[in-house]
T-cell receptor, first 112, second 113 residues
């Protein structure tokens, strides 16, 4: 099955700086790549996704890049704020399929 | 109002016992899922259901049995509990099968002593 590796287990940035979280996947058939945020003691909340027909997607301060050749995707959070502090999970899935394979999570801390 | 309800929020069980985790969603979705989050495996897909039918099962153990009595309900029965089953169990849902944003419930934190 698909294996998703999330490279940074922790990441600390200063408020206002950018944060980048990188993930790689193994299955070339994967074509859907969502990101989820989990604040301390809470559930998961969808933040952004990208599908394999594009290589970049932006939603406000969030940018997702996809490199299909390298089987790599990344989440860029620009102009970070303290409320961005959370654990971020990347995931991968096949098209028209509902099973999400998650990475191990990156704990992002945004310091004031 | 919460759109996905999971009950109970916390659950403590003894080894060998059986428990049922409840999930109800009020989003009008047709597909529901169970995930497990533990220290060993941060987020692990368990089951998916669509229109009350099992679509995918990636749980090796038959001790875990999903039950869907209504389209918006997907409970999880766990028998012969082991300490390794200790985890937070999340229910999620999507409008249908396919690559959609998944909406997660608040989770049930299970501790097996």
């Amino acid at each position: 099955g698909e294996k998703v590796e999330q490279h940074e287990s922790t990441l600390s940035v200063r408020e206002g700086d950018s944060a980048v979280i990188n993930c790689t996947y193994t299955d070339t058939a994967s074509s859907y790549f969502p990101w989820y945020k989990q604040e301390a003691g809470k559930s998961l909340h969808f933040v952004i996704d990208i599908r394999s027909n594009v290589d970049r997607k932006q939603s406000q301060r969030l940018i997702v890049l996809l490199d299909k050749k390298a089987k790599r995707f990344s989440l860029h959070i620009t102009a970070t704020q303290p409320e961005d502090s959370a654990i971020y999970f990347c995931a991968a899935s096949w098209a028209n399929y509902n099973v999400l394979y998650f990475g191990s999570g990156t704990k992002l801390t945004v310091e004031p | 109002d919460p759109k996905i309800i999971q009950k109970p929020k916390y659950l403590v069980a003894v080894t060998g016992s059986e428990k049922i985790l409840i999930c109800e969603q009020y989003l009008g979705h047709n597909a529901m899922y169970w995930y497990r989050q533990s220290a060993k495996k941060p987020l692990e897909f368990m089951f998916s259901y669509s229109y009350q039918k099992l679509m995918d099962n990636q749980t090796a153990s038959s001790r875990f049995q999903p039950q869907s009595s209504k389209k918006n309900h997907l409970d999880l029965q766990i028998t012969a509990l082991k300490p390794d089953d200790s985890a937070t169990y999340f229910c999620a849902s999507t409008p249908g099968l396919g690559a959609y944003e998944q909406y997660f419930g608040p989770g049930t934190r299970l501790t097996v002593l």
